[in-house]
């Protein structure tokens, strides 16, 4: 940790893991529920940062995204995905390559150049068109391809849903977005500011879905988190523990489930 | 060069006449069902415009017609409830399975509108012949980037086209494994009528929901 701190240099870094460090020291003091999911030991702590980040977005994220998404015409909307998309093809590319992943280093790489220059700097996505594959990865993932497990369930404040692992692979990942390296502070708070609105816009109908499919948000978002993560590190082939549970009329005997009393 | 064309169309026609037949009289492949039904949904979304506006009348009418009598959604429901599923009574079991459906087939009535214009593919399949369970994982593709759809399907010889599913994964996540934990909290707090009560709530309060955005 100490050497990682050294050479990902800068102050945003330095002060991130600060934050962390005393987030952790935090955590540890928090007390675990007695139901507690054996990925999630921290709900108590994780549950209250999630009611804190869904009162924020209620009361300002979420109004301004809707602003945003029905001021700015779709095309434009899009123009602003792809170019942080773009950006992003460039930490996928390092990552690709820190997890040997050769076709789609490449791939990436490609991506990056074929839209900077030809899609007028990535916000036109001609890479798509030409059928060159987005393989999209993040350090956390990289951390996961060598063996690293994700750790517990972590709500991080604003950022929302995340892992111990993919925490601590946040500072790079931050360092690796090449929008940090914009050297002016405004434009560069800006364009953090533009990226996330528009993330979030994005995800408008996705959360008004949300609402009415889970029964509990907070488990719901966890589990299908938890999942997708999975699911990135392994590239859509996650190793398949088949179905735990079938109790079936056919099949009545569970040996694995302890009743629970009921 | 008119008459080539014309025969091609005859054998089309012909091939696919024979194959709509054969596949209701033989065991199809998992891989070739779920191509064939993807293809077949896909198609009748694009042609209905009552299915794109999200009217959830004609969306259970298809869905009854269309998706049910491949899936084994009482499976589907058992492992969603648990444990608590074996000390659910018959009437109780029945009760879930309609209320699980109902609130699935609400919430993804919302997401007809965006399903126009898809195209998808098949992945290869991952299976030896005599597997009697298998992952199809299929691409959707539309504007964006592609979307992960894949389901695990169970041999039933001779039932329907000879395959069922009982879980989908869209992006990496599983439809059931999503509802486990859940249940598994309404029932620890409630009991299994507890949980059926509150997937009634929720169907009733979407259903009112939907019914004023639709006026709105």
């Known amino acids: ?262 | 060069m008119n008459r080539r064309f014309l025969n091609q169309w005859l054998w089309a026609v012909t091939a696919s006449l024979f194959m709509s037949v054969s596949g209701h009289a033989a065991d199809e492949a998992p891989d070739a069902l779920i191509g064939r039904l993807t293809r077949e949904s896909l198609d009748i979304i694009q042609a209905d415009k009552a299915l794109q506006a999200g009217d959830v009348s004609r969306i259970i009418e298809v869905v009854d017609e269309k998706i049910m009598p491949h899936l084994n959604f009482q499976r589907m429901t058992a492992s969603a409830v648990g444990p608590g599923w074996r000390q659910a009574t018959p009437e109780q079991r029945k009760r879930l399975e309609a209320e699980f459906k109902t609130l699935l087939v609400r919430t993804y009535a919302g997401a007809m509108s965006q399903a126009k214009n898809l195209s998808f593919s098949v992945k290869p399949l991952r299976a030896a012949p005599d597997d009697k369970e298998v992952i199809v994982r299929t691409l959707i593709i539309g504007r964006g980037d592609p979307v992960q759809l894949d389901y695990r399907l169970e041999k039933t010889p001779g039932v329907g086209a000879g395959w069922k599913v009982y879980n989908l994964n869209v992006l990496g996540v599983w439809l059931v494994e999503t509802y486990r934990s859940q249940f598994a909290q309404e029932i620890n707090a409630k009991g299994i009528d507890g949980l059926i009560a509150t997937l009634t709530e929720r169907n009733k309060a979407n259903a009112t929901a939907n019914a004023k955005s639709a006026k709105g």
């Open chain 1, 1 to 262: 940790m100490e050497s990682f701190c050294n050479q990902a240099s800068g102050k945003m870094t330095r002060r991130l893991w600060a934050g962390l460090a005393l987030f952790v020291l935090m955590l540890s003091g928090c007390a675990t529920g007695p139901n507690a999911n054996p990925r999630d030991p921290l709900e108590p702590f994780n549950r209250g940062m999630y009611q804190f980040n869904d009162a924020v977005d209620r009361a300002v994220v979420k109004p301004v995204a809707t602003v945003y998404r029905d001021v700015l015409p779709s095309p434009v909307r899009t123009g602003v995905t792809n170019f942080f998309a773009n950006l992003q093809d460039v930490w996928s590319f390092v990552n690709n390559s820190l997890q040997l992943k050769g076709e789609a280093a490449g791939n990436s790489l490609v991506r990056f150049g074929v839209n900077t220059v030809f899609g007028l700097g990535g916000v036109l996505d001609i890479a798509s068109e030409m059928q060159i594959e987005r393989h999209t990865e993040d350090f956390g993932q990289t951390l996961g391809y060598w063996g690293v497990g994700a750790g517990p369930y972590l709500v991080l404040p604003l950022l929302g849903p995340s892992t111990v692992r993919d925490t601590a692979a946040l500072p790079l990942d931050v360092q690796g977005n090449l929008v940090s390296g914009v050297n002016d502070v405004p434009a560069r708070n800006s364009l953090t500011v533009l990226n996330l609105l528009n993330q979030r816009a994005r995800l408008l109908d996705a959360s008004k879905m949300l609402e009415q499919v889970a029964l509990d948000s907070y488990t719901f978002t966890r589990d299908a988190f938890l999942q997708s993560r999975l699911n990135a590190v392994y590239d859509g082939y996650p190793p398949d523990d088949g179905e735990p549970f079938e109790p079936t009329e056919e099949n009545p005997v569970e040996p694995t489930f302890e009743s629970n009393g009921l």
